[in-house]
């Protein structure tokens, strides 16, 4: 038996990567012209993705997870790159991508709201999504999702320790605990590590740090949604209806 579903919310149920991904290609183009006039070819452009990943990778113990976090980085990055020829003009405009992401309207993804409307009749639903505060809680009012959940929770980063802390909350068991999400590294296997169950849901625009393989003890725990549509019948699948 299922007692509460977990769902995720960036590149779950709304767009979210594809803000970063815009952002660096924005990053890029305007780097790009420092490395140029400032006579600085060995930083090709080319490689300004991978360096932007690994300050962001570096930075996840300072600042966690979300925008703010994401344009300390390119900041870092831009001094970096330009040895410290970044005027700030441009540290202006990195900020401002990071004030437009912050007020980006939100995409909700096909079938949303019939999905969550059809298990919310059966189940009750949590939703948890990591990251900034003030942004994340004004996506979930944005989208109008709200009344669907029985709990909304914003954490600063998704470990076991962080959903064992929110299913004591609940009252419920992790082994009657389904997570649902697009991230193997967030929301699956941290759920899976306490005994509970994943419904992993591909998104092909995923940020590259939430994508691990998961171990091979894993893998009975883990359920594959084609897409976020097929979610209710997956989980009706396990034979939990209620
Ligand atoms: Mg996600």
Redesign the pocket.
Known sequence: MIDLIGF?????LWE?EQYYTRAREEFRALIGTHLITGGRPEGAPADLDDLIEATERRNLRYYGFGVMSFVLSLIETAVEVTGGGINSGDIGRLLAIAKRMISAEVELFDQVEDILADLYGSWPLVLITKGDLLHQQAKVDRSGLSRYFAAIEVVADKTPEVYAAILQRQGVAPERFVMV???MR??ILPVVDLGGLGVYVPNAGTWVY?NVDPPAEANGRILHARTLADVPEVIRGLGMER
């Open positions: 995720d919310a960036d590149d779950t979210n999400g697009n991230s967030s929301d939430e």
